[in-house]
């Protein structure tokens, strides 16, 4: 039933762009100007993702065999697919009112935007907790197997890799292009960058009997774990579980007391931090913690300290390419920055540093909906290019539906571990931490 979560996560990145075009909607009835480039944006979002790829895939393998299993599903699917026919005039209809707003009549369009926000979320609703549900319980395990293997097939124009780094291009540009209160508020969509081989495979960090305190209370008990070069981990716990402390560790800013790390055939355990950061460990630590007083440009050029100074320049339009908004703004001081703005200088200012293992210590903690889902875009770009992540979120279910890999942390120790599918799928995860 891999096919169930591919939908439901499509339905997530839907519900956010509602939720924005519905605050945008509230912005334009108070009087702020029209952004054409985020409208063209949004509508090319819907009619590529949502209308040509999204609802296909249920109408041609889904809503079949739904139909053929249960008498039942008939007027559930004819609902559906009447909505999927009528998103089509939905779309024309905001493109048409778009066209009027330009003109300078914007109630048109904010009516417009809050009916297709309304019908959209009905639809989604109707499918999480009537078609889905229905769906599981009717479908043979044959059906799944012939469903799954179409929503999974890499050469397919609707399913495959390219259509899907299509998608992950098509939402970076809406959220760039996004205004400031939902978005990043760029003038320009960006770009994420090429997707490159993974590399290599072989064991890059090794942990063996980690252990670090503050004070007399042991926060990390005897850790053991391995990442291989080019994976994507998760780090999923609750708060106090011991993720950041686990982190800080990993890059030297936090004392060990006992165990080893070994990191690229190296024992690193007694390395000072500024050492680990020249061997390609870099970190984004939760809160973002960027220079306030620093201009943008500045904190990106601390990120790359310990590189050769020739390198700079180009990863700097390296970062600029994909965070447009960081070079609109690089002149000014990081702390004038909005919270999401933050988050991707943090990121930036990491990969400057040019990393062998990348840690990500909560990206999306405190973000508008729509750029919760950009950090998770952010980092399936980065994992396509064969970077190495360490992944520590309490957003448990998208941190483990992009990783291949996961641990589960309780009080300082490792509880479970599997690939982020088989965590996804086990009941103790769910119920602890996925709200299922």
């Not at 686990?246 to 500024?274: C, K, N, Y």
Request: net charge negative; with cysteine; aromatic share 6%.
């Amino acid at each position: 039933m891999e096919t169930l979560r591919i939908i439901t996560e499509e339905h997530r990145s839907f519900w956010r762009i509602a939720i924005a075009l519905e605050q945008v909607a509230d912005e334009l009835e108070a009087g702020s100007p029209v952004d054409p480039a985020f409208f063209q944006a949004v509508f090319e979002y819907i009619e590529k993702f949502a209308d040509h790829a999204h609802h296909r895939k249920e109408d041609d393998c889904l809503f079949p065999l739904m139909r053929l299993r249960s008498a039942e599903a008939g007027p559930l699917v004819d609902a559906l697919q009447e909505d999927h026919r009528q998103a089509i005039l939905h779309l024309a209809a905001m493109r048409q009112a778009f066209a009027q707003a330009t003109a300078g009549q914007q109630a048109a369009l904010v009516q417009s935007l809050r009916d297709y926000c309304r019908k959209l979320k009905s639809h989604i609703h109707t499918e999480e907790s009537k078609a889905l549900p229905m769906a599981r319980k009717t479908l043979l395990a044959e059906d799944w197997r012939e469903i799954d293997a179409r929503f999974q097939e890499n050469n397919d124009p609707l399913f495959g890799k390219e259509a899907q780094a299509e998608f992950q291009e098509l939402y970076h540009r809406v959220v760039s292009l996004a205004p400031e209160s939902v978005g990043l508020g760029a003038h320009s969509g960006g770009v994420l960058q090429t997707p490159m081989p993974a590399s290599g495979g072989d064991v890059l960090l090794k942990v063996t009997g980690l252990e670090s305190s503050y004070g007399r209370i042991k926060a990390l008990k005897g850790l053991n774990l391995e990442i291989r070069r080019g994976e994507t981990v998760a780090l999923v716990g609750a708060n106090g579980a011991g993720k950041t402390t686990f982190l800080r560790t990993l890059s030297g800013v936090q004392p060990m007391g006992a165990g080893h790390i070994w990191f690229d055939g190296e024992d690193i355990s007694r390395v000072r931090a500024d050492q680990r950061m020249c061997r390609g460990i870099c970190q984004s630590p939760e809160g973002r913690q960027v220079f306030g007083p620093l201009t943008i440009e500045d904190n990106l050029r601390l990120g790359a300290y310990t590189q050769p100074k020739q390198q700079v320049p180009e990863d700097l339009e390296k970062v600029y390419a994909m965070f447009p908004i960081l070079k609109e703004k690089r002149k000014l001081p990081a702390g004038t920055l909005s919270g999401g703005q933050q988050q991707m200088l943090a990121i930036g200012r990491a990969l400057m540093g040019r990393p062998k293992l990348l840690l990500l210590d909560e990206p999306s903690m405190g973000l508008a909906p729509l750029l919760v889902q950009e950090v998770f875009n952010v980092v399936k770009a980065l994992k396509a290019q064969g970077m190495t992540i360490i992944l520590a979120e309490q957003n448990a279910f998208a941190a483990l539906a992009l990783a291949d890999r996961g641990y589960v942390l309780e009080t300082g120790e490792i509880t479970l571990t599997g690939s982020g599918q088989d965590l996804i799928h086990n009941e103790q995860v769910r119920a602890a931490y996925l709200g299922m």
